[in-house]
């Protein structure tokens, strides 16, 4: 399930402002504490949600209508925050206030391809806080393995299942670029590799595998999902 929100700066004060996924995590995070879901922060486990970038650009600028997804496969955390958001019609970013020019619930199918909508991220090494990167050179094999082991991990976790795959997440991919992003939590900077795609295909969708990949488009691909990473959208009819 899905929201698409539709905002713009309420005041001239943001236009130094530059989107940061931090912020709108804590936004997230916030319309739910209001909603009374308080176990959101509970443990290490995995928080099932994910968002979009910002589009069509990362920095504010005036009279400019900006927009992004949120998308989970729960629905009470789309309903809490449709809800919440609904409300206020105004979220907080950083402490600069954006107005909510629309703001739609909905929810899609899938086809058996897909576009990412935020960089997909995934560790090589964390301890040491390094990342698959293409231009590194790092093996597309790695890549494909820990994709595919990563989305399992979380599908199993959330039905409490055991599944597995006899073949790769994906059999195209048609590789878009690599992004590195700057981000900041409090005084901290952080820096993220992750890689875009136009196409992550399946040559085939089994019925009996809607299921898991309906799960791995709310919930996102890779790691850092409720971080805004690893968000994807089908491709439907016309490369729409």
Known sequence: MRIKIKFFASGENALNYQFNKYDIQGMIYSSLLDAGIYDIHNGNKIRFFSFSDIFPLNKVKKDLLYN????SPIDRIINDIY???????????????????????????????????SPVVLYLDNRKNRYFSIKNGDSISFFLKRLKENAIKKFNIFYNDDINLNH?????????????????????DFNIIGTMWYK??????????????KFIMDTGIGEKNSLGFG??????????
């Open 168 to 188: 790769l997440l994906f059999d195209k991919m048609e590789f878009h670029k690599e992004v590195s992003l700057l981000l900041k939590k409090g005084n901290n």
């Open 83 to 117: 809800d919440i958001l609904s409300k206020n019609e105004y979220f907080y970013l950083s402490g600069y206030r954006f107005n909510i020019a629309e703001i739609k619930r909905f929810d899609l199918g899938i086809t058996g391809s897909f576009i990412t909508g």
């Open 231 to 240: 968000f994807i959208n089908p491709v439907v009819q016309n490369g729409q």
């Open 200 to 213: 992550l295909n399946l040559s085939r969708l089994n019925r009996g595998e809607i299921k898991f990949y």
């Open 68 to 71: 992004f997804i949120i998308s």
